[in-house]
């Protein structure tokens, strides 16, 4: 109650973004956009579930409290009209999640999360 959720956020991010490989490291990043092509949701989970269990245990505890609270966040726009829908939340939140949605030591510019939405949401 006594700070900002802008400033949290803004924390979250900066955050996100010193984290020397990002969260999956460049193979996993590679990895799992490859994954989201598959076809077979399925195939897809397998993989996903694969992938976040061969990481460190710490590193999936984060993955845990990350998209819980992301969870939250979304399903919570309506009501607290903040406009952060899954989708306003990915394209905020991408650019500091996955290293690879900029160009290397540089911040992200809008064209490149528009990449990066384009890439998820085709």
Same mark, same amino acid.
């Given at each position: 109650d006594n700070f900002s959720v802008y400033t949290i956020a803004s924390v979250l991010k900066k955050f996100l973004r010193k984290l020397p490989e990002? +969260?999956?490291?460049? *193979?996993?990043?590679? *990895? !799992?956009?490859? +994954? +989201?092509? !598959?076809?077979? @949701?399925e195939q897809q989970r397998d993989h996903i579930h694969r992938l976040i269990t061969s990481m460190p245990a710490v590193t999936q505890h984060l993955l845990v409290l990350l998209f819980g609270t992301f969870r939250v966040i979304a399903m919570n726009a309506g009501r607290a009209q903040t406009g952060m829908t899954s989708e306003a939340l990915g394209v905020s939140v991408a650019p500091s999640f996955f290293q690879s949605c900029v160009a290397d030591?540089? @911040?992200? &510019?809008? *064209?490149?999360? +528009?990449?990066?939405?384009?890439?998820?949401? &085709?």
């Open positions: 990002g +969260i999956f490291g460049r *193979e996993g990043e590679q *990895e !799992l956009f490859s +994954i +989201i092509q !598959l076809s077979d @949701t030591g540089k @911040t992200a &510019r809008m *064209e490149d999360v +528009i990449r990066f939405k384009a890439y998820f949401w &085709r």
